[in-house]
């Protein structure tokens, strides 16, 4: 037995299956215009019913998208003729697209018109728009107006190019009217009765149905509440604009991680710093702002450099793999994907972050053993500097993190942050730690007194130094120094012991 959520995720992969047909469909009847369209079957249609029923189909869809869709005639009641088929690919590729090109909040008025000799569809949105110069293109094949691809909004550019050739074997003519930022009017006028209708063959009226939608999903399945974990829950942000995959990879992944999603990467960016991610798992080809830019946004900026980010796309092909890494990208999976290696990814990665706290704590951090690769980044540059800075003033009893923000001209939250997601230290430890490691290796060295060592580290007071210093390193400075005084005998020891037996 399949329980609810599995028949939510065959559900999914049943539809985006569906709209993959339909666009096939699309382009294959396309390709084929001539034997597609070379015979009508029409019949005789009340309009005003056909066109409630298309608007309705669309209702759902506008209302996840909070457009406003309106109706409205100028007739009680019309009978026309048509191909219904064909009406509803032409009826469904221009509501698809005033949907699609169509911000949020926007607006799309649909009309229905009876004239003297003629009916007539208008659709107008207040969507983004074409340029003008550009305008003169609108009916070839594969035509998408720059500020489309310029989003990143999906399309295949053959849809109007069909609608304008079904126009035409319906005896209609079809005007565009737009402007960019403002939005686009489609006008369509038929002429009344089927005289001119030559060669089609006369068929029952087909039973009123609604039409599907190209390349548009609503999803059935439902997004979950985020996972209600402590403080040190792993955060993931998934920037994704196919709602489907999007709610998907939220109900998967927030079993293990705290989990928040959005649509674009312009979106990201804004819940970025509120949201503090432990890693973003991003597709490229989004609206508004693209994966590859998001990433490289976050991989340009000091305060979000550190966090990794996980591209997912369709451009699985080695040349986009590269550029992708390019960027800054920490890791790049193509679709479709295994969710266990997706998984999988993610753990090594957030894991490998947590390896670099250490790292970035450790005491043996020495500018010259670390790879140059390391140390051409951003985080890197970043904690070299502090504790270039620190050591600077390790003898300072002032010293503040303030102050240390400050050489950094970042805010005192902005370095806090940055700190914490690299060594898991509040700033003020991790002064401290540096301070502490700078004690212990004088320590070893045995060259000065646990009063001196005080002062060179910035303690005032020697015993707190050595309360500070029990604390760090669970003994106290002399038996530190003890410590160490005996393995550096033990080492001469066997040196001159090996020495001996070469000889």
């Known amino acids: 037995m399949v329980n609810e959520e599995g028949k939510g995720h065959v ?28 015979h009508m079957y029409i019949a005789e249609y009340e309009l005003g019913t056909y066109m409630s029923g298309i608007c309705d189909t669309f209702h759902a869809y506008a209302n ?66 074409i340029p003008r110069n ?99 829950s792993r955060r993931i942000l998934i920037v994704e604009d196919n709602d489907d995959l999007r709610i998907y990879l939220v109900n998967t992944l927030g079993e293990d991680y705290l989990v928040q999603s959005c649509h674009n990467g312009k979106e990201a960016l804004e819940i970025l710093s509120e949201f503090k991610p432990d890693l973003v798992l991003s597709d490229i080809m989004m609206p508004e702002m693209s994966g590859d830019e998001l990433c490289a946004a976050i991989k340009g900026n000091i305060e979000t450099s550190h966090i990794p980010v996980l591209l997912l796309t369709a451009l699985g092909d080695e040349k986009n793999m590269l550029e992708g890494l390019k960027i800054g990208a920490d890791d790049y999976m193509a679709k479709p994907f295994s969710i266990s290696i997706l998984k999988a990814s993610i753990n090594r990665l957030i894991t490998n972050r947590i390896l670099l ?86 320590l070893k060295e045995g060259e000065h007194s646990i009063t001196e060592i005080a002062d060179m580290t910035g303690f005032c007071d020697a015993k707190y130094f050595r309360e500070v210093f029990r604390k760090h390193f669970g003994v106290s400075p002399s038996e530190y120094r003890g410590k160490g005084t005996a393995e550096k005998e033990n080492s001469d020891l066997k040196q001159d012991n090996d020495g001996s037996m070469s000889k």
Request: contains cysteine; charged residues 25%.
């Open 64 to 129: 996840i998208k909070h457009i406003r869709l309106t109706y409205e005639s100028n007739f009680q009641y019309l009978n026309v003729w048509f191909d219904r088929d064909k009406m509803d690919s032409i009826m469904k590729n221009i509501l698809s697209n005033a949907m699609k090109y169509t911000p949020e909040n926007g607006n799309i008025y649909v009309s229905a018109s009876e004239y003297e000799d003629g009916w007539g569809i208008e659709v107008k949105d207040t969507g983004i728009g």
């Open 357 to 442: 706290h250490k790292k970035y704590g450790s005491s043996d951090f020495e500018t010259e053993k670390w790879p140059k690769g390391c140390r051409d980044t951003l985080d890197w540059k970043f904690i070299a500097s502090v504790r270039e800075n620190v050591e600077k003033n390790m003898a300072d009893p002032d010293f503040t993190v303030d102050m240390l923000c400050s050489l950094h001209h970042m805010s005192r939250s902005s370095f806090y942050n940055k700190v914490k997601a690299l060594t898991d230290c509040s700033p003020a430890d991790y002064v401290r730690l540096i301070r502490m490691q700078y004690a212990a290796r004088m």
């Open 134 to 232: 550009e305008q003169k293109g609108l009916f070839h094949t594969y035509f998408r107006g720059s500020n489309a691809v310029n989003l990143r909004v999906s399309g295949s550019g053959i849809g109007l190019a069909l609608v304008h050739r079904l126009v035409r074997l319906h005896g209609g003519k079809i005007t565009i009217e737009s402007t960019a930022e403002q939005g686009t009017l489609v006008r369509i006028i038929f002429p009344k009765g089927n005289k001119h209708f030559r060669k089609a063959s006369i068929i029952s009226a087909t039973p009123e149905r609604s039409i599907s939608m190209p390349e548009v999903v609503i999803p059935a399945l439902s997004a979950v509440e985020p996972k209600q974990s402590d403080a040190s």
């Open 11 to 38: 559900s999914m992969a049943l539809r985006n299956v569906d709209v993959l047909l339909r666009l096939i469909t699309n382009l294959i009847n396309f390709e084929r215009i001539n034997t597609y369209s070379s």
